[in-house]
C-alpha cells in the first residue's frame, strides 16, 4: 500500500475492497465548525471596512509623528492579511460548493500570501495607535492562524494510493503522523473562542 502526498483533499482512508474513500478535508469544509471560522472571516473584513472608513479615518488623522505614520502602514498590512485570509476561505468554499476544481482551487491558493509575518510586538509604535485599530489587528492575526493550520492540513495530507486496498488495522499514530490530527483540533478549539 502506497502512502503519498495529496494537497487539496486531507488525510483519506480506504476500507477495504470496493471500500469507501472518506475526505477528512471535504467534510470539515462542510461542517458548522468551518462555516463559523468563514463568518468570523467576512465579519472581521466588514468590520476592519468600517472602521477604517468610519472612526479610524477620523482617529488616524489626529495621530502624529511615527504613531501616523504605523497608523497608515499598518491599516494597509490589516487589509492586505484581511484580504489573503477572506480569499483563502471562499476558495475552500467554492471547492465545497462545487463551483471551483481542486485543481483550479489549488491554483489560486498558490497566487495568496497567508503566511504570518510579524506580530503586534513586532509594530513600531503598537501601543500608541487606536485601541479598536490594536483590537482588529490581534483578531486578523487570531484569524490568520486558524487559515494557516487548516492550509496545512489541506496541503500536506497523506493519502493511501489504491481505489481498493485493503486496510490492515493501524497503528496508534506516533510523531509526524500525529501532526495532521494536532492542526485539525487546535484549530476546532480556536473556532469555539
Known amino acids: 500500500m502506497a502512502v503519498k502526498n495529496m494537497s487539496e483533499r486531507g488525510v483519506r482512508e480506504v476500507a477495504g475492497e470496493g471500500g469507501v474513500t472518506i ?14 471560522i468563514y463568518r468570523e472571516g467576512m465579519e472581521l473584513v466588514e468590520s476592519t471596512a468600517r472602521y477604517l472608513d468610519g472612526e479610524g479615518r477620523a482617529e488616524g488623522k489626529g495621530l502624529k509623528g511615527g504613531a501616523s505614520l504605523s497608523f497608515a502602514t499598518e ?3 490589516l487589509t492586505t492579511r484581511l484580504m489573503n485570509v477572506a480569499s483563502w476561505l471562499l476558495i475552500r468554499r467554492s471547492v465545497n460548493n462545487g463551483e471551483m476544481t481542486q485543481d483550479r482551487a489549488r491554483r489560486e491558493r498558490l497566487k495568496l500570501k497567508i503566511d504570518s509575518i510579524g506580530r503586534p510586538s513586532h509594530i513600531k509604535d503598537f501601543a500608541a495607535l487606536p485601541a479598536r485599530l490594536r ?10 492562524d486558524k487559515v494557516i493550520k487548516l492550509d496545512r492540513l489541506f496541503e500536506g495530507g497523506a493519502v493511501i494510493a489504491g481505489e481498493t486496498a485493503a486496510l490492515a488495522p493501524a497503528p496508534a499514530p506516533t510523531g509526524e503522523a500525529r501532526a495532521p490530527l494536532k492542526l485539525v483540533f487546535s484549530a476546532e478549539r480556536a473556532a469555539k473562542h
Open 23 to 36: 475526505s477528512f478535508g471535504e467534510r470539515y469544509l462542510g461542517s458548522p465548525r468551518f462555516q463559523a
Open 75 to 77: 491599516s494597509m498590512r
Open 135 to 144: 483590537e482588529l489587528i490581534e483578531a486578523s492575526f487570531a484569524l490568520q
